[in-house]
């Protein structure tokens, strides 16, 4: 127990803390379950979440949760950043605007890695198998919308059966749901101790859930998941977690894709463009419509490559040099590439910041690893496998700063600290 405890020892935080969990652990399956159809919610559903349990922990013990610090920094420094960047960007108001937004997303998501870091494992553990459900309804969800025509999202937006929808309404509930079974399909190795039939009984629930989700991949048309699930598999199973110098060669390869995005998104362009056309899955993905969106974007990134133009700069920019060739549009809303992005932000102080945190962050999921317990290591290629695909999907999809996207990186966060307490409670048991 932290200094913070001392005034409930552990027998009286653990019974205090039940129904707090109790909540929080049905909340977090509900966010999965209603994120093919609210993605937007999740901006707030999971940061209010934790809000709420972080205040419901301190009436019924007595404490204020410790929140991280780490998160913290990040938490505040984004916005920090975004309000700085007014002072050179196009639209100051805007930027001053959209960093109290960043503030507002952000900042109370601390609270929720907080009451989840200081639960009980066994509390955890044992409302688990809720995520999974959570999972499996999401998915039910998905198969019926991209089977249907969307017959669900017709009910909840009151649209009629004669009105034209396209598949893609569901990638951004897709995505969510990828990252959520990335974060969750692991919960399948405790619950074989928890329900009748143990080994059995799991694994024809694991059979269902996989696929459900490879059928969900096979009908989606969100290449970014499909991509962001290959790699994080690929990821999870081939990377050396146990190697701690394959870490430090992660942190410098990223570091290196994050300096030279500029001149590799034009090099990119030049070469490989063109070549898209004869590939069915890059064709579908806009490949060289991307190709040409970060070509143009790099060059105008270049002409203030210390500090770029503000937070959100692409909606204003009116005299970008458009080569027209795949992408026709004469405005754009962002990059679909986090690295443009940061560059054509906040240019290489940014670029510099970013390089600082992932290494921050690549270098705790290695230390998630290192340590002798049982299942750490299998918590590290599931942390490692989440962060490559909100990676990848963050290099080739939606804007940065999107609340929704911001929301996501939370609630797969949340879901991977769930599945590592239930693994080392499973493993110590």
Known sequence: MTSEKRSCDT?????AVQPVMTGVMAALALWIAISVHAPRFMAYGPA????????????????????????????????ALALVSALWALDPAFAAEEALKLALVLLPGMFLFSVLRAAPADLVSSRAWW?????????????VELSFDMPLYRLTHGLPEDHHLDR??????TVIVTLAAIACLPLLLPLTRQVPGGARVTLHLAA????????????TESQSANLALGLALAAMVLFPVHWNKAFGILSAGIAMLLT?????????YDKLAALTRDNEWLRDAYAAQRMEIWSFI?????????TG?????????????IPGVWFHNTEILHPHNFALQIWIEFGGIGILLSIVFFALLVRGIAQIGDTPEKGARLSARIALGLFIACLSVAATGYGLWQGWWIGAFCLAAALWCVTDKALRAFYHS
């Open 11 to 15: 027998t009286e935080f653990h019974k």
């Open 168 to 173: 893609f309404q569901m990638n951004r509930g």
């Open 298 to 306: 790099s060059e105008y990134a270049l002409r203030k490559p210390w």
């Open 131 to 143: 995520l999974l459900a959570g999972l499996g309804a999401a998915l039910l969800f998905l198969i």
């Open 48 to 79: 209010l979440t934790g809000l709420a349990a972080w205040i419901a922990v301190r009436y019924r013990c007595g404490i204020w949760l410790p929140v991280p610090r780490l998160y913290l920094a990040l938490a505040a420094g984004i916005p």
């Open 309 to 321: 133009f503000g937070i959100e700069a692409t909606r204003y920019i009116r005299d970008f040099e």
């Open 208 to 219: 269902v859930l996989l696929a459900l989700l490879l059928a969900v991949h096979a009908a």
């Open 260 to 268: 030279s995005a500029p001149w590799l998104s034009g090099y990119l």
